[in-house]
């Protein structure tokens, strides 16, 4: 079985330290959280945020993660489902354009509420934010945009969920192993239709996105077999997501080189390598206006 595009991703995702990240994307990711955070809290006060707390309210949840803008705590999953919904729900979040979608909805939620459980420093978010970016991205890069155009799938929350089970698993500390089967666990997660476009299901996409990366990796920490080769050569979620078998063979440089160059070339080193820029492009994680379609 190939499994060198997977071994790709789960290198990276395991071994990318603090300072291999370059001080200008790390800029960005701080600038990300903290964006995020705010758009969340002013998304709290929106009816499908406010559905998600009573919702966390009503399931009685362990008292673990912080639901922003209710005053209250419940299980670290639930916490990452209701603040990724908020994150989205004003649609003023970030967004990317490898991805055609927005990134921090999923990775910032998710690695908050895990954080807050685990105790985790600003740091080591910081540090597992910039991972997700990058994966997110790289798949972005291989399924785009036949995964939106043809598949009608809602990126933010179909690759957004690799992204936040990548960074997931970072946080927790998992094997390569469990990286590689929290990947596989996630595949089968993953959902959200265009359809629902204009309704407040849209946001829900990003809160299932969030909730996704924890409960996977918290699964697959647990030690169950599961698919451990998403990005093979002739992989299983490329030609479902884009219903384009050869779209992995045509795309497969991107999983060779970095997302972006510092100097906007395409001569900076894979995924696999440890100074491999975390950012996309000239707009990763910039504001988005209330016209995104993703």
């Known amino acids: ?32 959280v903290f964006d995020c955070i705010g758009v969340t809290l002013a998304g709290a006060v929106e009816p499908a ?18 639901v922003w803008g209710h005053n209250f705590k419940t299980a670290a999953d639930h916490a990452a489902l209701v603040n990724g919904t908020a994150a989205h729900a004003l649609d003023y979040d970030d967004v990317t354009w490898g991805l055609v979608g927005h990134p921090s909805v999923s990775l910032v939620p ?17 540090l597992c934010y910039a991972i997700g970016f990058e994966v997110m991205a790289k798949i972005g890069r291989t399924t785009q945009p036949l995964h ?28 390569a192993t469990q990286t590689a089967y929290a990947l596989g666990i996630v595949y089968s997660m993953t959902s959200g239709n265009v359809s629902n476009f204009g309704t407040m299901t849209k946001p ?38 884009t219903r384009q078998s050869g779209c992995a063979k045509r795309k497969k440089s991107v999983w060779t080189t970095s997302s972006r160059s ?28 209330t016209q995104s379609h993703a």
């Open 110 to 126: 998710s690695l908050v509420a895990l954080g807050e459980l685990m105790g985790a420093s600003g740091k080591d978010v910081l």
């Open 49 to 66: 945020a406010r559905i998600g707390a009573d919702w966390a309210r009503s399931c009685a949840g362990a008292t673990q993660s912080t």
């Open 204 to 241: 829900f996409h990003a809160g299932l996105a969030a909730r996704n990366g924890i409960q996977a990796a918290q699964w697959a920490r647990l030690g169950a077999p599961w698919l451990s080769n998403l990005i093979p050569a002739a992989c299983p979620h490329i030609p479902v997501s």
């Open 148 to 175: 939106s155009l043809e598949g009608r799938w809602h990126a933010t929350s179909t690759i957004g969920s690799f992204g936040a089970t990548a960074a997931c698993c970072r946080l927790l500390g998992l094997s």
């Open 262 to 289: 510092r100097s906007g070339s395409s001569t900076t080193p894979p995924i696999s390598s440890p100074t491999a820029d975390p950012r996309l492009d000239s707009k990763a994680s910039s504001p988005c206006s």
């Open 1 to 32: 079985m190939d499994t060198k595009y997977t071994d790709l991703v789960v290198d990276f995702t395991l071994h990318t330290k603090f300072d291999d990240i370059p001080d200008q994307a790390l800029k960005v990711a701080r600038e990300a």
